[in-house]
Every structure is written in C-alpha cells, then in structure tokens.
C-alpha cells in the first residue's frame, strides 16, 4: 500500500474544526426542520419517518464510502468486499422499501447536511448514489 492510500492522519486542530463545522450544519438544519417536516398529528408518522429514514441514507452512504475507501487501500479481503457489498445493496434496498410504504420519493431523505463529498446536501436535491 503506497502512502496516498493510507487514510490521512488528521491534526486534534482538523478534528476539532470538523467537528464545529457538522454541529453548525446540524444547527442549521435543526432550525430549519419544522419547515421541512410537516409534523401535525395527521402527518406525525410520516414527518418522523422521513427524519428517522433521511438519517439512515446519510449513514448509508457514509458507510459505502468508508467501504470504498478500504477497498480501494486493500485492507479487505474478497469475501469481506463481498459481504460488505451486499449488506449494502440491501440496507439501500429496505431503506427504499421503508420509503414507499410512508409514501415518500428518494429525494426526500435529504436532510440538508453537507457531509464531504457527498453531495451538497441541499434540500430537495435527490441523494448522491454513486
């Protein structure tokens, strides 16, 4: 493995400002929540569903590009990629299950939080599946 492949060891400096910079993004999307998810008490399921799932995509791609990454820095065997590929394609494809059932569209799971590059986390703008 060549040192571009290892992971970046990062400064307590980079961890602290990354930090302070996803609890400013989470504010802001708190602030901004009750605009986006309509919780009344006819609508409280769905509000709720869409939160619980928008935060099960983040992790979801979150995962996927962690596995990526290990895959790519050869720190995981055949059968590992394998399994992890896997578990993958069905996390994404309950999560999409999930989705139809409270009659939600992809799109909707975007909760606004910009989290590397995974998009620009913008509101109504669909998940980036890549």
Same mark, same amino acid.
């Given at each position: ?5 290892? #992971?970046?060891? @990062? ?5 602290? %400002? &990354?930090?302070?910079? /996803? ?6 999307? %708190?602030? +901004?929540?009750? *605009? ?7 609508? /409280?399921? !769905? ?5 619980? @799932?928008?935060?099960?995509?983040? =992790?979801?791609? =979150?995962?996927?590009?962690? &596995?990526?990454?290990?895959? *790519? $820095? +050869?720190? @995981? ?5 394998? *399994?992890? +590929? !896997?578990? @993958?394609?069905?996390l994404e494809q309950k999560i999409g299950e999930l989705c139809q059932q409270f009659g939600l569209r992809p799109e909707d799971l975007n909760l606004g939080? %910009?989290?590397?590059?995974? $998009? &620009? $986390?913008?509101? +109504?703008? #669909? #998940?980036?599946?890549?």
């Amino acid at each position: 493995m060549s040192e571009n492949d290892k #992971p970046r060891q @990062l400064s307590a400096d980079e961890v602290t %400002a &990354a930090v302070t910079d /996803l609890k400013r993004q989470l504010e802001t999307v %708190a602030h +901004g929540t009750t *605009e986006r998810i309509d919780c009344t008490s006819e609508t /409280l399921e !769905q509000g709720l569903a869409k939160l619980v @799932l928008g935060l099960m995509e983040l =992790l979801r791609r =979150l995962l996927e590009r962690q &596995a990526v990454r290990r895959m *790519e $820095g +050869g720190s @995981l065997s055949d059968r590992q990629v394998e *399994e992890m +590929g !896997q578990a @993958l394609m069905k996390l994404e494809q309950k999560i999409g299950e999930l989705c139809q059932q409270f009659g939600l569209r992809p799109e909707d799971l975007n909760l606004g939080i %910009a989290v590397g590059d995974l $998009g &620009a $986390g913008e509101p +109504g703008k #669909p #998940p980036d599946h890549k």
